[in-house]
Structure formats: structure tokens, C-alpha cells
């Protein structure tokens, strides 16, 4: 009797979990059998299955630009503030001065404001500054926006390391740069590793700030994904979003092997 | 036992320390000397000029208690930290400017700061790789070095996967790899159990006598001290107060401090009452005592006495001739301290009465009873208040 009143209570939970999962996943459901239904238009495979929106997206040359344009801000901003970030990051962790947990929420405001906002900002900063370059522009914005998951999960992997082996291997023959290179590089890594994760995760999907600054030269993909959106109703959007989203499947399940999850939420 | 001495001897040949440049005609300037010492953190002096120095091949302790400036003291006479006035001498050069890569001195950190991210091997080559040796020649001297710290084999061990005594032993083994001028300890005992921590001293005390190193040792641990040492620098609040070799801090100690420090013994508060030559007469709140010591009447002191040179008046070591200080206490406890017993006497204020005796004596005593005491003039301690 007891035993079966806990096995049904095992099933309940079951179930309960099965359809939280569904309920929160069920718009990438939607558009994974969007992306595979023959018809011509954004809809539910009523007719049958096709893979050739897949096709199509490889085709269209609308969408390889873009891309490519993604991909590079995403690459190189993500490069410069994994740069900046760890010796923003190193600073921060090593003093102790007035003012320093200001500007440690000034960094990581970024992650908290809404894109409108540092969106609109931006576009005037830069105008002042001069810079007319769209590519530049986009690029600064995007070390903006991804400065702070850099400096955010490097500040959670510092605070756990200990700077007496910078002192040791100082003292075992290697000057301070060296020092801090040959021992803090390889403790970080995995806090690097999920660092670059998430940072190039947050450039690549960026669309607020994009729509600010970029302009109809530097077109970036989310940002042609809705201009394609307003011409064309084929499910072609639903096949990038699936290739995007296995893209970061992938790339997530490579860094959990590489890192651990734990590492990889809390840094 | 006979085997680890043969292996100590058969690497020492490679742990020479380097022959030393000694241009200059210095021959008599100490090893290491450190002059003057200063160093402020914030308005607060942590270092208040210190001067050391520590002849080539001596075994130094710096003692003394938590946040006296130990570490910061090792710090700065290993480059690691700068100080705001005083110099640094090694070898009659003034390296006061040099940083740490290039001193060339071995240090054993308080927590071993050992790199969690490299094997045994790789972190006692680590230094190696530093100073660029023949890289065909380390795996040979790795080998050597885990040999000399009794962990031949350990070599591809993670860090992690060693106790706490063999990560020190890895430490060890680390600093010492580079051949260093000098060797820094701190601590480092301070996370292994007691039994083990006093296995290690007379290990790690042999080893480096074997390789001639010069070592500095930092401890907050009397006996350790005790145990270790040539000579012991006790330190108190960034000062050194007494600097001598074991003996001496332990029977005469220069400040009041070191004397408390080093070991449980009786003090009594006491006035100078009157003063003949350097013979004392002094007023305690059990009696008058003599001491030798050079004071003006009416000064207020502290008399101390080692609680083994106090006896039992009468006994055998109470012998005639001698020039004896006898008070009457009012015994209250004995504490059961292996071979030895400690007495405590009833005591006013913060003054301690504590004397030292056999166990096989024990019979003798009852607690709360009148028991006559003495003890040597010449072993009355005064100390300025
Ligand atoms: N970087 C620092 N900033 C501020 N104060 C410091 C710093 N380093 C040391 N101190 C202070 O200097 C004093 C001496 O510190 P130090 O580490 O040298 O003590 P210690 O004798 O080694 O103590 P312990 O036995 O606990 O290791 C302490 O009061 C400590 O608070
Ligand atoms: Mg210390």
C-alpha cells in the first residue's frame, strides 16, 4: 500500500516535470516542425516534411552576409573583452579602494540596462566621438554589451584563486607578467572557457543595440532575420533559428564537457 | 633511518649552495643582513626597523604570535613585497632593488602554494623551467629532489591527491630545486597534526643541515622554535626583541615579552626597594626576592622565574652555598604534564606562580597546602614594567 503510494507519487513527479519541460520548450518544438513542413508559408507541417528551407537558408545570399557580419563582431568583441574584462577583472579583485563597488556595478550594468537604452546612448556617445564607421561602431557597442559576462564569471573564478602562486612562481625565477600568465591563465581557464561562451552567445543575438548603431551597410543577422521577416512569410526564418539553436547546443555541451555545468552557471 | 641519511648525503653534491661572490673584501659582513626594515600599510607599521642577520648555513626562527609581521618580514626579504626604508644584503650586495625572480631564494609558503593545476613533477620542475636549465637535464634533478623528501614515485601524483605532510614535502622539494642562495619557511607545519608536525621537524631540520642551506623559518610555536634553531629572532608587534640563540632566549631572555612567550613560567609584579651594585632587593606580594639586574629603587618590575629552576626548599638541588631566593606559596593545582608535573601556586593579580617537578616526586605534594619554594638568585629574570 505505502509502496504503491510512493510509486505513484514518483509517477506524478514524472509527469509534472515532463510537461514543465514541454511547456517551457514548446516554442522551439513549434519551430523545429515549423523549419520542416514542405509549405510555403510560416505554418505547422500540415502537408508533409522537407528539409529544403535548410537548403534554402545556404542559398540565400541575404543571409550569408549577415551572418558572417555576426559571427565576426561576435568573434572579435568577444576577443577584445575577454582582454579587457580579465584585467578589469584582476584590478577589481586585487584592491580595495572608495568607490570600487560602483564601478564594479558601472561594468556589469550593461547586462541590467535594457538594449533600448544603451542602445540610444551609444549612438549619441559615438556620434560625439566622431566615429562614423558602422563595423567600428557595432563592434565598440558589442564589447560593451559583452564586457560584462566577461568581467562578471572571471570576478567569480578570481575570488576562488589563491595569488600566493603568483608569489611562488615569482619566487621560483619568472618576473610578474610572466608569473601571472604561466599560473592565473591555466587556474582560469575554465572560467575563461564559459567567459567567451556566454559573452559570444550575448553578441550574436543581440538585436536592440544593433538597430542603433548598425546601419543598412552592417547588417547584423538578428537584425536580418527580422528585416526578412517583413518580406517574406516561407519558414527560411524557422530553419536559422533551429541551425542557431543546435549551433549553441553544441557549443554549450563542448564547454560542459570542457568546463563542467557548474562551472559554467556560476563561473 | 641509515638509508635516508646515505640519500641526503648522495644528492647534497648537487645541492651546494653556489659559491658566493664575496668582491669587496666583506668577508666578515653576515650572509644575509637586513638593516633597518620598515614597512606602513595604511598609517599602520607593520615592519618598525627590524635588523637581522643570519650567518650562511644557520637555521633562523622568526617567532612570535599571530599579525606580529612574520610574513610581511619574509616578504620583504624575498622581493615579494617592497619596504619604505632599511636594506636588504645577501652575500654582501645590496639587493634591496632586485626583484623576486631574480634573488634566487627558496620559499615554502604558508599554505605550500603548490599549483593545483600541475603534477608532482611538473611543479618541482616548475622553477627549473624558470632559469631555462637543460631541459634533458631535469626530469634527473626532479627525480633527485623527490628523493631527498621521501617521495620517490609520487611524480605523477595530482597535487590533490596528496596529505597535507606530502604536499609540504612537495613544497620542500620545489624550493629547493632552484638551487636557492637561501631558504624561506613559513609556517609551515601549521596544518599538520602534532604528531606528524614533530616527525617533520627533525626531517626537515636534518635535510637542510645536510645541503649547508641557510634557512630563515617563521613560526608562532615556541617548542618548534626551540626544536629548530641556531638562533631565534622574537618578534613582537613589527619589532624583533630578542635575538639569541635557544638557550639564551630561554633562560635569559632579553624583553618581557620573549620571556612570556617562551614557555609557561612565574611572574610576579614586584618594587625595587633597594639596589646594591647590580644585586636587587625586591618587594613581591609573597615575600622579598634578590635578583641581579640594574634598576633604581622604586621602580616597578616584573620578576620571572623558569618554572623548573623552582623547587621545593629542601631538596637536592636546594644545596648550601648557593645564593637562593625561598618564598611560602599556597599550593592550588598539580597538572599532570607527562615525565613532568606542573605546580601552581595561588597568585594575585595577573601574577603566575608556576614551578616544574619530577613526577616520580609527586608524593610529596598535597594541593591546598603551604609549600616552601626556592630557587636561584642567578635565575631571578627583572624586567621593566
Ligand atoms: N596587504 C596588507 N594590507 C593591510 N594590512 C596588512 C597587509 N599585510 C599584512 N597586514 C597586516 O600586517 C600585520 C602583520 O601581518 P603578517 O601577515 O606579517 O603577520 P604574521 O606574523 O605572519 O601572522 P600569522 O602568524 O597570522 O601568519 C597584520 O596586522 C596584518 O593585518
Ligand atoms: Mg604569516
Not at chain 1, 558589442?142 to 600566493?164: C, E, K, N, Q, W
Not at chain 1, 611562488?168 to 610578474?176: C, D, F, I, S
Not at chain 2, 637586513?34 to 633562523?60: A, C, H, M, P
Not at chain 2, 618578534?235 to 631572555?253: H, Q, T, V
Given at each position: 500500500m505505502k509502496r504503491n503510494l510512493t510509486l505513484l507519487k514518483a509517477f506524478a513527479r514524472g509527469l509534472w516535470l515532463t510537461l514543465a519541460l514541454l511547456?517551457?520548450?514548446?516554442?522551439?518544438?513549434?519551430?523545429?516542425?515549423?523549419?520542416?513542413?514542405?509549405?510555403p508559408i510560416f505554418d505547422l507541417p500540415r502537408e508533409g516534411l522537407s528539409l529544403r528551407w535548410y537548403a534554402k537558408v545556404f542559398q540565400l545570399d541575404s543571409i550569408a552576409g549577415p551572418l558572417l557580419t555576426s559571427l565576426q563582431l561576435a568573434l572579435s568583441a568577444t576577443a577584445v573583452s575577454l582582454v579587457l574584462g580579465t584585467a578589469c577583472a584582476l584590478g577589481l579583485s586585487r584592491s580595495r579602494f572608495p568607490g570600487r563597488d560602483l564601478l564594479v556595478t558601472g561594468v556589469l550594468s550593461p547586462m541590467m540596462l535594457p538594449g533600448v537604452v544603451i542602445g540610444i546612448a551609444l549612438l549619441f556617445y559615438l556620434r560625439a566621438l566622431g566615429i562614423t564607421n558602422s563595423f567600428?561602431?557595432?563592434?565598440?557597442?558589442?564589447?560593451?554589451?559583452?564586457?560584462?559576462?566577461?568581467?562578471?564569471?572571471?570576478?567569480?573564478?578570481?575570488?576562488?584563486?589563491?595569488?600566493?602562486?603568483?608569489?611562488?612562481?615569482?619566487?621560483?625565477?619568472?618576473?610578474?607578467?610572466?608569473?601571472?600568465?604561466?599560473?592565473?591563465?591555466?587556474?582560469?581557464?575554465?572560467?575563461?572557457?564559459?567567459?567567451?561562451?556566454?559573452?559570444?552567445?550575448?553578441?550574436?543575438?543581440n538585436y536592440a543595440i544593433a538597430l542603433f548603431v548598425g546601419d543598412i551597410y552592417t547588417v547584423t543577422l538578428p537584425i536580418q532575420i527580422i528585416n526578412y521577416l517583413s518580406v517574406?512569410?516561407?519558414?527560411?526564418?524557422?530553419?536559422?533559428?533551429?541551425?542557431l539553436l543546435f549551433g549553441t547546443l553544441v557549443s554549450l555541451l563542448i564547454t560542459e564537457r570542457l568546463v563542467g555545468l557548474q562551472r559554467l552557471a556560476g563561473g | 633511518m641509515l638509508d635516508t641519511v646515505a640519500k641526503l648525503q648522495g644528492v647534497s653534491s648537487i645541492m651546494q649552495p653556489q659559491p658566493i661572490d664575496r668582491a669587496g673584501g666583506q668577508t666578515s659582513e653576515a650572509f644575509l643582513k637586513l638593516e633597518g626594515i620598515t614597512r606602513r600599510i595604511e598609517q599602520?607599521?607593520?615592519?618598525?626597523?627590524?635588523?637581522?642577520?643570519?650567518?650562511?648555513?644557520?637555521?633562523?626562527s622568526l617567532l612570535g604570535p599571530s599579525g606580529c609581521g612574520k610574513t610581511?618580514?619574509?616578504?620583504?626579504?624575498?622581493?615579494?613585497?617592497?619596504?619604505?626604508?632599511?636594506?636588504?644584503?645577501?652575500?654582501?650586495?645590496?639587493?634591496?632593488?632586485?626583484?623576486?625572480?631574480?634573488?634566487?631564494?627558496?620559499?615554502?609558503?604558508?599554505?605550500y602554494a603548490l599549483f593545483p593545476h600541475l603534477s608532482v613533477a611538473e611543479n618541482v620542475a616548475f622553477g627549473l623551467k624558470a632559469q631555462r636549465r637543460d631541459r634533458a637535464a631535469i626530469?634527473?634533478?626532479?627525480?633527485?629532489?623527490?628523493?631527498?623528501?621521501?617521495?620517490?614515485?609520487?611524480?605523477?601524483?595530482?597535487?590533490s591527491s596528496l596529505s597535507g605532510g606530502q604536499q609540504q614535502r612537495v613544497a620542500v622539494a620545489r624550493a629547493l630545486a632552484v638551487r636557492p642562495k637561501l631558504v624561506l619557511l613559513d609556517e609551515p607545519f601549521s596544518a599538520l597534526d602534532r604528531q606528524l608536525r614533530e616527525v617533520m621537524q627533525i626531517e626537515l631540520r636534518r635535510l637542510l643541515r645536510s645541503v649547508n642551506m641557510t634557512v630563515i623559518f617563521v613560526t608562532h610555536d615556541q617548542d618548534e622554535a626551540l626544536v629548530m634553531s641556531d638562533r631565534i629572532a622574537v618578534m613582537n608587534r613589527g619589532?624583533?626583541?630578542?635575538?639569541?640563540?635557544?638557550?639564551?632566549?630561554?633562560?635569559?631572555?632579553?624583553?618581557l615579552f620573549a620571556f612570556d612567550f617562551v614557555g609557561l613560567s612565574t611572574r610576579m609584579a614586584a618594587r625595587v626597594v633597594a639596589a646594591d651594585g647590580d644585586m636587587l632587593t625586591l618587594d613581591t606580594k609573597y615575600g622579598s626576592?634578590?635578583?641581579?639586574?640594574?634598576?633604581?629603587?622604586?621602580?616597578?618590575?616584573?620578576?620571572?622565574?623558569?618554572?623548573?629552576?623552582?623547587?621545593?626548599?629542601?631538596d637536592k638541588s636546594d644545596a648550601a652555598g648557593e645564593d637562593r631566593n625561598r618564598l611560602k606559596l599556597w599550593l592550588t593545582d598539580i597538572v599532570f604534564q607527562g615525565s613532568k608535573r606542573h605546580l601552581h601556586f595561588a597568585a594575585q593579580e595577573s601574577d603566575r606562580l608556576v614551578a616544574e617537578v619530577n613526577s616520580a616526586a609527586i608524593n610529596m605534594f598535597e594541593p591546598d597546602s603551604e609549600l616552601s619554594v626556592s630557587w636561584r638568585v642567578q635565575d631571578t629574570l627583572v624586567f621593566p614594567t
Amino acid at each position: 500500500m505505502k509502496r504503491n503510494l510512493t510509486l505513484l507519487k514518483a509517477f506524478a513527479r514524472g509527469l509534472w516535470l515532463t510537461l514543465a519541460l514541454l511547456i517551457v520548450n514548446a516554442p522551439l518544438i513549434i519551430v523545429l516542425l515549423v523549419s520542416l513542413s514542405s509549405s510555403p508559408i510560416f505554418d505547422l507541417p500540415r502537408e508533409g516534411l522537407s528539409l529544403r528551407w535548410y537548403a534554402k537558408v545556404f542559398q540565400l545570399d541575404s543571409i550569408a552576409g549577415p551572418l558572417l557580419t555576426s559571427l565576426q563582431l561576435a568573434l572579435s568583441a568577444t576577443a577584445v573583452s575577454l582582454v579587457l574584462g580579465t584585467a578589469c577583472a584582476l584590478g577589481l579583485s586585487r584592491s580595495r579602494f572608495p568607490g570600487r563597488d560602483l564601478l564594479v556595478t558601472g561594468v556589469l550594468s550593461p547586462m541590467m540596462l535594457p538594449g533600448v537604452v544603451i542602445g540610444i546612448a551609444l549612438l549619441f556617445y559615438l556620434r560625439a566621438l566622431g566615429i562614423t564607421n558602422s563595423f567600428l561602431s557595432l563592434f565598440i557597442a558589442h564589447v560593451v554589451i559583452t564586457l560584462p559576462y566577461i568581467v562578471r564569471i572571471t570576478l567569480a573564478g578570481l575570488s576562488l584563486f589563491d595569488f600566493a602562486l603568483v608569489d611562488a612562481a615569482r619566487t621560483l625565477g619568472y618576473p610578474p607578467v610572466k608569473a601571472v600568465i604561466k599560473v592565473l591563465v591555466p587556474n582560469l581557464a575554465p572560467s575563461f572557457v564559459s567567459a567567451a561562451v556566454f559573452a559570444f552567445l550575448a553578441s550574436f543575438d543581440n538585436y536592440a543595440i544593433a538597430l542603433f548603431v548598425g546601419d543598412i551597410y552592417t547588417v547584423t543577422l538578428p537584425i536580418q532575420i527580422i528585416n526578412y521577416l517583413s518580406v517574406s512569410t516561407d519558414p527560411v526564418v524557422a530553419a536559422i533559428a533551429v541551425i542557431l539553436l543546435f549551433g549553441t547546443l553544441v557549443s554549450l555541451l563542448i564547454t560542459e564537457r570542457l568546463v563542467g555545468l557548474q562551472r559554467l552557471a556560476g563561473g | 633511518m641509515l638509508d635516508t641519511v646515505a640519500k641526503l648525503q648522495g644528492v647534497s653534491s648537487i645541492m651546494q649552495p653556489q659559491p658566493i661572490d664575496r668582491a669587496g673584501g666583506q668577508t666578515s659582513e653576515a650572509f644575509l643582513k637586513l638593516e633597518g626594515i620598515t614597512r606602513r600599510i595604511e598609517q599602520q607599521t607593520i615592519l618598525d626597523d627590524v635588523s637581522l642577520s643570519v650567518e650562511e648555513g644557520q637555521f633562523i626562527s622568526l617567532l612570535g604570535p599571530s599579525g606580529c609581521g612574520k610574513t610581511t618580514l619574509l616578504r620583504v626579504a624575498s622581493g615579494l613585497a617592497p619596504c619604505d626604508s632599511g636594506t636588504v644584503r645577501l652575500a654582501g650586495m645590496d639587493i634591496t632593488g632586485v626583484p623576486a625572480h631574480k634573488r634566487n631564494m627558496g620559499v615554502v609558503f604558508q599554505n605550500y602554494a603548490l599549483f593545483p593545476h600541475l603534477s608532482v613533477a611538473e611543479n618541482v620542475a616548475f622553477g627549473l623551467k624558470a632559469q631555462r636549465r637543460d631541459r634533458a637535464a631535469i626530469p634527473s634533478i626532479v627525480a633527485e629532489c623527490l628523493a631527498m623528501v621521501q617521495l620517490a614515485g609520487f611524480g605523477d601524483r595530482r597535487i590533490s591527491s596528496l596529505s597535507g605532510g606530502q604536499q609540504q614535502r612537495v613544497a620542500v622539494a620545489r624550493a629547493l630545486a632552484v638551487r636557492p642562495k637561501l631558504v624561506l619557511l613559513d609556517e609551515p607545519f601549521s596544518a599538520l597534526d602534532r604528531q606528524l608536525r614533530e616527525v617533520m621537524q627533525i626531517e626537515l631540520r636534518r635535510l637542510l643541515r645536510s645541503v649547508n642551506m641557510t634557512v630563515i623559518f617563521v613560526t608562532h610555536d615556541q617548542d618548534e622554535a626551540l626544536v629548530m634553531s641556531d638562533r631565534i629572532a622574537v618578534m613582537n608587534r613589527g619589532r624583533i626583541e630578542d635575538y639569541s640563540d635557544p638557550a639564551s632566549i630561554y633562560s635569559r631572555p632579553k624583553s618581557l615579552f620573549a620571556f612570556d612567550f617562551v614557555g609557561l613560567s612565574t611572574r610576579m609584579a614586584a618594587r625595587v626597594v633597594a639596589a646594591d651594585g647590580d644585586m636587587l632587593t625586591l618587594d613581591t606580594k609573597y615575600g622579598s626576592v634578590r635578583a641581579k639586574g640594574r634598576f633604581y629603587p622604586g621602580t616597578s618590575v616584573i620578576v620571572g622565574v623558569r618554572p623548573e629552576s623552582i623547587g621545593p626548599a629542601g631538596d637536592k638541588s636546594d644545596a648550601a652555598g648557593e645564593d637562593r631566593n625561598r618564598l611560602k606559596l599556597w599550593l592550588t593545582d598539580i597538572v599532570f604534564q607527562g615525565s613532568k608535573r606542573h605546580l601552581h601556586f595561588a597568585a594575585q593579580e595577573s601574577d603566575r606562580l608556576v614551578a616544574e617537578v619530577n613526577s616520580a616526586a609527586i608524593n610529596m605534594f598535597e594541593p591546598d597546602s603551604e609549600l616552601s619554594v626556592s630557587w636561584r638568585v642567578q635565575d631571578t629574570l627583572v624586567f621593566p614594567t
